[in-house]
């Protein structure tokens, strides 16, 4: 089989495809033939070695992926050959086709075509953990998402309107602005010409923002903070902007909130149960158009790199997925 190896740490130039084994199915696990995989910020930091997760090379990136079963090993009760399916694998699903324990599959419903359920685990897994198990949000409150146009800051957006929460996009452009609102926002702030904090009490009649998502990271993360109201949760998800901010702590005893981390990864091999339940959930809205998993492009197995770079270089708006 083909698969897209990365056998030492580089830039997605550095990337190669080449012919692997075909994998066996062992015990509890199903072998997937990958038709479509979600790519991921992460999946640009994994491949430089700057990633938390670290794999032994050589590897494919690849977090997630859809396709349909090929066989299945021993043990294995809940799934079948031929079954439509999405799988979460950490990486490595960049490649014709993977073995994934049967826990960390879950059948892909009638009207949700590959492309899009490729891109569901990760992006609205995180999303709706973040706002479902750790957020708390509850319907009426208001939910600001930081990086809205991404994957999963756009995730984040369409969860919160579903969940019945007043969205705030926060976005660093006026187009990206404009694609958040689209998909739900119930209002926005471009922080690259507006001052955060300050239009985030004002949107809020001085009160601040109850939830506050943040993606992004860098140097918005405090004035975030500084708008979020008394007794409102602050989700640290990720540092796309690639500092890491160091938070006065005076500001969570005044407001009387909390930071909370989001680690969906460690949370879903934890959990796997509620996982699926979760994906299960989140696949059935999708079906149901209640969802977009919105594709921003679609490449080919071969044009990985340049997908890559798409995602570093901050230009995505939703998903970037490639196509085996």
Known sequence: ??????????????????????????????????????????????????????????????????????????????????????????????????????????????GLDDDHAAGLCVTYGTSYHALKDRGDLKAGETLAVLGASGGVGLAAVELGKLMGARVVACVSSAEKLAFAKKHGADAGIDYSREDLKETLRKLTDGRGVDVIYDPVGGAYSEAALRGLAWGGRFLVVGFAAGDIPKMPLNLVLLKNCDIRGVTWGAWAELNLDRYRENSEELLAWAAAGKLSTHVHAVYPLAEAAAALKTIAARKVMGKVILRV
């Not at 062992?26 to 491949?47: C, K, P, S, Y």
């Not at 090379?57 to 090929?70: L, N, R, T």
């Open 1 to 110: 089989m083909k698969a897209l190896l990365c056998t030492h740490y580089g830039t997605p130039d550095d990337l190669v495809i080449a012919d692997l084994p075909d994998p066996v199915a062992g015990e509890g696990e199903v072998v997937v033939r990958i038709h479509a995989v979600g790519l991921n910020f992460f999946d640009t930091l994994i491949i430089a070695g700057k990633y938390q997760v670290k794999p032994a090379f050589p590897f494919s990136p690849g977090a997630e992926c859809a396709g349909v079963v090929e066989s299945v090993g021993a043990g294995v009760t809940r799934l079948s050959v031929g079954d439509r399916v999405v799988a979460y694998c950490r990486h490595g699903a960049a490649r014709e086709r993977i073995a994934v324990p049967e826990a960390r599959v879950t059948r892909v419903p009638d």
